[in-house]
Structures are given as C-alpha cells and as structure tokens.
C-alpha cells in the first residue's frame, strides 16, 4: 500500500531531500530505502545536481522577489530542516600549486591554449554523451569569477556555461552586484554535462578540475564565486556542508573564496535568495562595489 503525506508532511520531506542534495549528497538518492516512497515522490517531482537543464523542476516563487529586480528580500518562513553532522565519504583531489602569473595582455591567449590543450577530451567517461565542450566565458581580466558544478542541456547545446534559467538567474545576480556578464568570468568544475545532470563522479571532478584551476591561474581574479556545494567541494579539495563555508571569505589561491547557492538550487527554493544577496554583498565589499541605484 502506497504512503501519503499531507502537504505540510511532504514539503518537509522534499525540503530535506533538497538540503542534502545542496550539500553534494548524491549517494543519498542514489542508495533507495524505500523504493515505493521514492517512487511516489520521483512521479510528484524529481531533484537533480546543480547543472541546469531545460527539464529542471522550478517550484512556484513562494512570494520572494525574483533576482531581476533590484530587491533581494526573501520572504521569511520557517527553516523545515536541521543541519546534519556530515563526514566526508570519498576523496577528492587536493588543488595543485599556483602557476606563475600570466601578464594581463596575455591572459586571453593563455586561456586559448588551456582549451587547445583538452583539446577534443576523452580523459573520462563524461565525453561519451557530450555535444560541446563548456570551456569558460567571460573576461579574460575580471576581478570576479564564478564557478559552478558542469553544464547543463542547453550549455551543453551551446557550448557556453550558464545559458539556461540558472544563467538567466546568474546574468541577474551578476547586474544586481552592479556588473554586466562581459566583466566576470565563468567556468564549471567539469566542463562535459554528466549523464542526467547528475552530480559530478569524483574521478570526473578529479579529472577535470586541473583545468579550471588553470583558468583561475591565468585569470587571477580577486574574487571567486563557487555556486553551490560541488563547486566548493572541488575548489577546497574537502567535502564539509555548505552552511559551514558561507558567510565567510576564504584565501584561495591568492584570491578571496566566497561560498554561496548554485542558481538552479535558488530556483527551486526562492527562499533562500536572501541567503545568496548576502554571501553576494560579503563578495561585493571585497571588490568594492557598490549595487546600482534603483531607477
């Protein structure tokens, strides 16, 4: 016999089910306890990792304010979870050492030979259901990077990252901090779509990431943005929850780490946009910036 939930009982459950996919989770889904249970809820709404995708689910916005506008208030509800005592269940490989700096005229050529360098990548399993390689986009000599989890459908169509509703919401993240997308700097820690925009495989983030840190060697941005628990995971080199690495600055490779929400996981939950204007604004003070003035 089926279980059912009232909707009080079933919003606490996904609102779980949503925090630990947050934290990088993945095993959590991946292991059923209950295969009826996890089957009613699969046909009710599915979760998947941090990538965005055409089919991703957006819940309906629960009375916050979308990003587009230049108010980031969120409206305050009860938190419907605690936070777990998370230990780290696989390795990850530590970041490598700094390269030497690249002179900023030479930047973008140095980037050009980063991609010539993957080249037409079959490193790991990932190549095999990719369309275009994610390589990065944006200023060669931004002050500002962000990077998220792997690409989606539609970066994976385009061969651009953040293209989709997470990018749609990235470009206005990006605005409310007073810039334009052309001035910051993107990349992903995987830079193929994992099948189903499933979370990353270490062996693919450890595969991978060496290139990102490149990027970051080259470009050497004052500031770093990591969407979402993968992107941290990979750029600390350590698994820890993701409510244990915001609302701080992190020194990272001669840049300043601020940990904040994947845009994908802010769609779902609308709630927590106060959360990622605030971790947005501790970024904003180390570059100086000041949001723009409301018209």
């Not at 699969?42 to 055409?54: K, N, T, Y």
């Not at 369309?131 to 989890?149: H, Q, Y």
């Not at 929850?241 to 609308?270: E, K, M, N, W």
Request: with cysteine; aromatic share 8%.
């Amino acid at each position: 016999m089926a279980r059912t939930f009232d909707p009080a009982t079933r919003e606490a459950l996904l609102a779980r089910v949503r925090f630990y996919r947050d934290l990088g989770l993945t095993e959590f889904y991946r292991r059923p306890v209950d295969p009826a249970l996890l089957a009613q809820f699969a046909s009710q709404e599915s979760i998947p990792g941090d990538q965005e995708s055409e089919s991703s689910p957006i819940r309906p916005n629960l009375g916050a304010p979308g990003f587009a506008s230049e108010t980031w208030d969120a409206v305050s509800e009860p938190i419907l979870y605690e936070e777990p005592t998370i230990s780290p269940r696989k390795a990850f490989n530590a970041p490598p050492e700094v390269t030497a700096a690249v002179p900023a005229a030479d930047r973008a050529s140095a980037l050009l030979l980063i991609r010539e360098d993957i080249g037409d990548c079959t490193r790991c399993a990932l190549h095999k259901g990719r369309n275009k390689i994610v390589f990065g986009d944006g200023s060669p000599t931004a002050r500002l990077m962000f990077v998220g989890e792997g690409p989606g459908a539609d970066e994976d169509a385009q061969g651009i990252p953040f293209v989709g509703k997470a990018g749609q919401l990235l470009n206005n993240m990006i605005a409310a901090m007073g810039l334009k997308r052309e001035e910051v700097y993107i990349a992903n820690v995987v830079k193929c779509r994992p099948p189903g925009n499933r979370t990353p495989e270490p062996d693919e983030g450890n595969t991978c990431s060496p290139f990102l840190f490149r990027q970051i060697d080259v470009i050497r941005p004052q500031v770093i943005v990591a969407l979402g628990a993968t992107a941290a995971t990979y750029l600390l080199g350590q698994r820890q929850p993701l409510a244990g690495l915001r609302g701080r600055v992190h020194a990272f490779r001669g840049s300043q780490l601020i940990i904040t929400y994947h845009p994908a996981y802010l769609l779902r939950d609308p709630r927590q946009k106060k959360e990622a204007w605030a971790d947005l604004q501790l970024a904003m003070r180390e570059l100086g910036l000041k949001p723009p003035a409301k018209g």
